[in-house]
């Protein structure tokens, strides 16, 4: 008993692996557009002139009503009376073709086929397949409503925003500020179909332009006009400058006898009105958001307020500031140009110190002569140079040489020059003196020399 049943399962496994690649429905799921045909498209994978077959479509509508469509062989095909008009069916293709889509028309269709194969007595394959079609109406442009339609004021007002369309079913809605994605926030709020944008409460940031998209499954993305959200808010980031004069945070330092304008700025819509107030008089000087100043009117610092208010927000902020009038001329310039000076100054000292190194090696050339001193001193024999100094003649043999008279203009007599009172004849040259070379020869062993 165990064996016939473990056989049977096996048998229907196989049947079951086999089934599967008789026919195949590329697409189980149809949106249909309302007014145009669905094509269900069955595609048989099996030889029609080898099987006999017997099949039903089948509509079963979102409401639960089934009804029988076609009873279909390979030779003939009965279509129910209703929806003979309505539906194309061509034996022996078992695909179905549903015309002129209307509401109706939507939910499952169901395919049952049995296939017999004529070389395979007794094998019969029961194949389903259930295909789902959505009937959809095209998107037309949406539309957006806005209230209110005035211009609200912000952390005061909530404002609602309704895009809506005239044709479209299933429609999926989207909201863009400034062609950017509005996703969810504190102060966004979406409808259940997204069609309702609540913006509470309205902030600064909310200020921009408004967008919705409207599309469905037969339909490409459909872009509203732009309607444009006004928020009144501020005064925000109140702020005085001056193009003039020396600033420390919040003290102004003018020259003597300057003329300066300062100017007084917020964030704020509509535009603030600005109102200047002397702090030690308690009085007003100005309105407008320019004030003019001249120092010579000023006797010593004086603290100055600028206040912004906005009429529609009935908001208000405050600047205070100090004037000082002061000569800062030099440590303004020693501030500003102090990163642009330290270069000039270093190529200036540069410069003097090469032009003072070549004129120490001038005078020290002209001078000292280098040149002739160490000539001097090359040309001095060793023996010379290594002799102690003697005053009188201890060894007749160091006095051995050749000799040459020297006659120097202006003194009639001769002077007998030796070879060691040369070096002190360098002065005479500066007396136009011609100096002839010395040769001076000491013989190696001058008692040999003496004796021969």
């Known amino acids: 008993m165990e064996a016939t049943a473990l056989y049977l399962f096996s048998v229907l496994f196989i049947l079951t692996e086999v089934s599967s690649k008789f026919i195949h429905v590329p697409s189980l799921v149809h949106h249909g557009i309302e007014g145009k045909s669905v ?16 099949g039903t479509w089948s509509h079963t509508r979102p409401s639960g009503t089934r009804a029988t469509l076609v009873t279909f062989t390979k030779d003939a095909t009965i279509t129910d009376m209703m929806y003979r008009n309505h539906l194309d069916f061509r034996e022996p293709n078992v695909s179905l073709r549903i015309r002129k889509l209307n509401r109706d028309d939507e939910g499952d269709y169901h395919l049952s086929l049995n296939i017999e194969f004529l070389n395979k007595t007794g094998l019969v394959i029961k194949e389903e397949r259930t295909v789902h079609v959505t009937v959809d109406v095209p998107v037309s442009s949406p539309v957006i409503e806005k209230n209110p339609q005035f211009a609200v004021v912000e952390d005061k007002a909530n404002v609602t925003l309704t895009c809506s369309v005239k044709n479209g079913t299933r429609v999926v809605y989207q909201w863009l500020r400034d062609n950017i994605t509005l996703g969810h926030s504190d102060s966004y709020h979406f409808s259940g179909d997204n069609s309702t944008l609540l913006i509470s409460p309205v902030r600064k940031g909310d200020k ?74 308690n009085a007003t000087i100005t ?77 020290l050339r002209r001078t000292c002569h280098p040149k002739r001193v160490l000539m001097s001193i090359y040309n001095r024999p060793l023996t010379e140079q290594k002799r102690p100094h003697r005053s009188g003649h201890e060894d007749a043999t160091e006095d051995f040489g050749i000799y040459e008279f020297v006659s120097i203009p202006g003194k009639m007599e001769s002077t007998q020059a030796s070879c060691r009172s040369l070096a002190r004849l360098e002065s005479v040259q500066d007396m136009h003196t011609t100096i002839y070379d010395v040769i001076r020869h000491v013989p190696e062993t001058p008692t040999h020399s003496l004796l021969k």
């Open 287 to 363: 309105e407008g958001p320019r004030l003019e100043v001249r120092s010579y009117r000023l006797a010593q610092a004086e603290d100055y307020l600028c206040r912004a208010f906005n009429n529609v927000t009935q908001k208000q902020d405050e600047a205070l500031f100090t004037l000082v009038v002061a000569d800062w001329g030099t440590g303004k310039e020693k501030h500003t140009q102090e990163g642009s000076a330290v270069s000039p100054v270093a190529a200036i000292t540069v410069c003097s110190l090469f032009v003072i190194g070549c004129m120490l090696l001038f005078f």
């Open 39 to 54: 094509f269900l498209y069955v595609e048989t994978r099996f030889p029609l002139d080898q099987v006999e077959m017997q």
């Open 208 to 281: 921009g332009t408004y967008r919705c998209v409207a599309s469905n499954p037969v339909s490409k993305s459909r872009h509203s006009r732009g309607i444009e959200l006004n928020v009144y808010y501020g005064p925000y980031n109140l702020e005085v400058n001056s193009v003039q004069g020396l600033r420390t945070r919040e003290v102004f330092t003018i020259k003597p006898g300057e003329l300066v304008f300062f100017e007084c700025q917020a964030d704020s819509n509509p535009p603030n009105t600005y109102v200047w107030i002397s702090k030690s008089r």
